[in-house]
């Protein structure tokens, strides 16, 4: 995890959710060979939120064909009683939403017991004082900004004061935990986010929608830079 704390940030981080799930393995292939960093894995149980996607059986079969960090987004209910198996399976990253957890430190602490950094996901309703008292029980916040488990929707601005917000809290306490931010992340939106303090940043349809994975991904990246 090392090279997502470098002073190569911010990271873009391609959602494999749009990908070819028939050919898994090609397509982590060509998004290492693009240039991505990371690459990251939403998992929804169709209860949390509406959509239904994959969960153990797919972040193994990524887990085997990746050489980068790989983040696991749980969008489910109880995370509390399922975080563990996702570190176990070799994610790098276990992202946890706040408003599913019953047992916060525990579980943060029970990640990153298996060795994978445990993070906190917000929800666009959900405000940074949800997040605060665990800031030093994990290694990241995850902005959403838009609804989770709901795909096509315009980026929420409300998303950027949360990591400005975020980013003046880190340099407060002197934690140096990541801020990333998942949503509507587009040429168009990346810079602001990346200016407002986004670390690590998913982006979706604007690369896996692209002929190109090598060019969208290059272009994200600089464009996120050169706000910085």
């Given amino acids: ?6 002073a190569d940030r911010p990271i873009v981080l391609p959602a494999l959710l749009l990908c070819d799930f028939g050919h898994l393995n090609d397509e982590v292939k060509r998004l290492e060979a693009a240039g991505a960093k990371a690459m ?7 209860l949390f939120v509406p959509q239904l996607t994959y969960g153990l059986v797919v972040v193994e079969a990524v887990r085997r064909a990746a050489t980068v960090p790989i983040e696991v987004h749980m969008m489910v209910e109880r995370p509390d009683d399922t975080a563990i198996q996702y570190a176990k ?5 276990v992202t946890v939403h706040i408003e599913g957890l019953a047992k916060t430190k525990e579980t943060l602490s029970a990640i990153e017991a298996e060795g994978s950094q445990a993070h906190l996901a917000i929800s666009p309703n959900t405000p940074v004082s949800q997040v605060e008292p665990f800031l ?3 290694s990241g916040v995850l902005v959403m900004s838009v609804e989770p488990g709901f795909g096509g929707q315009a980026f929420q601005t409300s998303a950027i004061d949360k990591i400005q917000k975020l980013e003046e809290i880190r340099a407060s306490i002197g934690h ?8 509507g992340i587009s040429t168009k939106t990346i810079a602001s986010v990346a200016q407002a303090g986004a670390d690590l940043i998913v982006a979706g349809s604007a690369i896996l929608r692209q002929t190109d994975y090598a060019e969208a991904l290059r272009e994200l990246e600089t464009l996120a830079r050169k706000s910085k």
């Fill in 40 to 46: 990251h894995l939403d998992v929804m149980d169709g």
């Fill in 176 to 183: 140096d935990f990541c801020i990333g931010v998942d949503g």
């Fill in 136 to 138: 030093n029980s994990c």
């Fill in 89 to 93: 399976a070799g994610a790098d990253i």
């Fill in 1 to 6: 995890m090392e090279s997502l704390q470098s």
